[in-house]
Nanobody, 122 residues
Framework: QVTLVESGGGLVQAGGSLRLSCAAS????????MGWFRQAPGKERKFVAA????????YYADSVKGRFTISRDNAKNTVYLQMNSLKPEDTAVYYC???????????????WGQGTQVTVSS
């Protein structure tokens, strides 16, 4: 059974940092694109960042570019999202995902975690 489990969410003040982790199990994801989406209350789930299977190429939403960094450790089957200079508008449930191609639409990704809550207070 393939599972993705996010961790590292929590409550942080504006300007602070958090590091999210997503541990995959059930098979190796070293050949998959992995990424993060987020869903704020009352809004649609949106693309945040993605990383190629090798880790060489990374992609970011304009809203997080320069503040968030995605990385991966294929030996650990884990992807990370370092979030710096957090803003209240970053408050959302953050979802890890995996797929064969990079895309900003959900349908590009076949596997999803259950999500972890990030709350940024002003």
């Amino acid at each position: 059974q393939v599972t993705l489990v996010e961790s590292g969410g929590g409550l942080v003040q504006a300007g602070g940092s958090l590091r999210l982790s997503c541990a995959a199990s059930g098979r190796t994801f070293s050949n998959d694109v992995m990424g993060w989406f987020r869903q704020a209350p009352g809004k649609e789930r949106k693309f945040v960042a993605a990383i190629s299977w090798s880790g060489v190429s990374t992609y970011y939403a304009d809203s997080v570019k320069g503040r968030f960094t995605i990385s991966r450790d294929n030996a650990k089957n884990t992807v990370y999202l370092q979030m710096n200079s957090l803003k209240p508008e970053d408050t959302a449930v953050y979802y890890c995902n995996a797929g064969l191609r990079v895309g900003v639409d959900e349908h590009f990704y076949d596997y999803w975690g259950q999500g972890t809550q990030v709350t940024v207070s002003s």
